[in-house]
């Protein structure tokens, strides 16, 4: 079983729709947790960091951490043609090492 | 902005020779870099951690002498792919990590735009 659960998708919506992503997690031991994204032959690019539990807005974007239920998602409002990309979810145990496990990504296309 | 870049932005070289990749932060100092390999369709997977002023501490399988990595200063990694064959064409991504003082969300990776190899 790997460490970090994603769906991989693709995940196809229109435009204007909401979006919710997921990942699960097995390792306990998680605290830090990141959402990127990352359009095609790019880097990655950091949208929401949540440390432990709760909710973090930002714009159109809500990231949500259950803890108790090793669950994370993404939630777009409002999608848009420009957030077709791939969602990948990462996450980390300590900050000592800063290294990140990562879920295998998701891919969302958003039609106009 | 880009907080973090890379050289080349893309690369074609010949079966044998070596290709050096460099990653630079550009608006923070960066004690720690990390580098990864992403194929097609496929998530990122780590190669190695790089700490600036000593040796990369390498993940399982990967060849240490085939990937040579040097963090020679806070703001610069190279990652160097030795005697590169077909096999080894891929994306390869940097990434720094913030500190604290950073200015940036402290103990999070910013990645590169990621280099694209292609052996011949």
């Known amino acids: 079983q790997k460490e970090v659960e994603q769906d991989p998708g693709p995940l196809s919506v229109p435009e204007g729709a909401i979006v919710s992503l997921n990942c699960t997690y097995s ?47 993404l939630f777009i409002r409002d999608s848009q043609p420009s957030d077709s990309a791939t969602y990948l979810c990462a996450m980390s145990a300590a900050s000592n090492t800063g290294k990140l496990i990562f879920g295998q990504g998701t891919t969302l296309q958003v039609k106009p | 902005g880009a907080v973090v870049s890379q050289h080349p932005s893309w690369v074609i070289c010949k079966s044998g020779t070596s290709v050096k990749i460099e990653c630079r932060s550009l608006d923070f100092q960066a004690t720690t870099m990390f580098w990864y390999r992403q194929f097609p369709k496929q998530s990122l997977m780590l190669m190695a951690t790089s700490n600036e002023g000593s040796k990369a501490t390498y993940e399982q399988g990967v060849e240490k002498d085939k990937f040579l990595i040097n963090h020679a200063s806070l703001t610069l990694s190279t990652l160097t792919v030795t005697s590169a064959h077909p096999e080894d064409s891929s994306f390869y991504i940097c990434s720094a990590r913030a500190g604290g003082n950073s200015g940036r969300i402290a103990d999070t990776q910013y990645f590169g735009p990621g280099t694209r190899l292609t052996v011949l």
Request: aromatic share 22%; hydrophobic share 25%; glycine share 6%.
């Open chain 1, 27 to 73: 390792n306990s031991a998680f605290q830090y947790f990141m959402w990127y994204r990352q359009y095609s032959r790019k880097g990655p690019e950091l949208l929401m960091y949540t440390y432990s539990s709760g909710n973090k807005e930002d714009g159109r974007f809500t990231a949500q951490v259950d803890k108790s239920s090793k669950y994370i998602s």
